[in-house]
Nanobody, 123 residues
Framework: VQLQASGGGLVRTGESLTLSCAVS???????VGWYRQAPGKERELVAA???????NYADSVKGRFFISRDIAKNTVYLQMNSLKPEDTAVYYC???????????????????WGQGTQVTVSS
């Protein structure tokens, strides 16, 4: 399964950016997550939209980031508002089956990670 993340760029603190994730298969039966990886850090799940349409967010982005999807276009979006320098990272998307383990939400992904899209927030 191929996924293509796009829409990254260089913005200033407080600005907004919308990322897009085009998926090569139908997305309605799966969860799709947005992940990010900053230099020297592990990849982390930022937001996910479940097969039923409900959403899950990391605490660090709650109230600032919003995930949505267009099932007809097999595309998932990440609206990022009030961006901070600590949001700087390469953003990836992936698809899989979701669940909860030890109180933590996860997506067991099965797609290709691709190159991601760079988001840089200047202070």
């Amino acid at each position: 399964v191929q996924l293509q993340a796009s829409g990254g760029g260089l913005v200033r603190t407080g600005e907004s950016l919308t990322l897009s994730c085009a998926v090569s298969i139908g997305i309605s039966r799966y969860a799709v997550g947005w992940y990010r990886q900053a230099p020297g850090k592990e990849r982390e799940l930022v937001a996910a939209i479940k097969n039923g349409g409900s959403t899950n967010y990391a605490d660090s982005v709650k109230g600032r980031f919003f995930i949505s999807r267009d099932i007809a276009k097999n595309t998932v979006y990440l609206q990022m508002n009030s961006l901070k320098p600590e949001d700087t990272a390469v953003y990836y998307c992936n698809i899989g089956m979701d669940g909860v383990r030890d109180g933590s939400y996860y997506v067991a992904v099965f797609g290709s990670w691709g190159q991601g899209t760079q988001v840089t927030v200047s202070s």
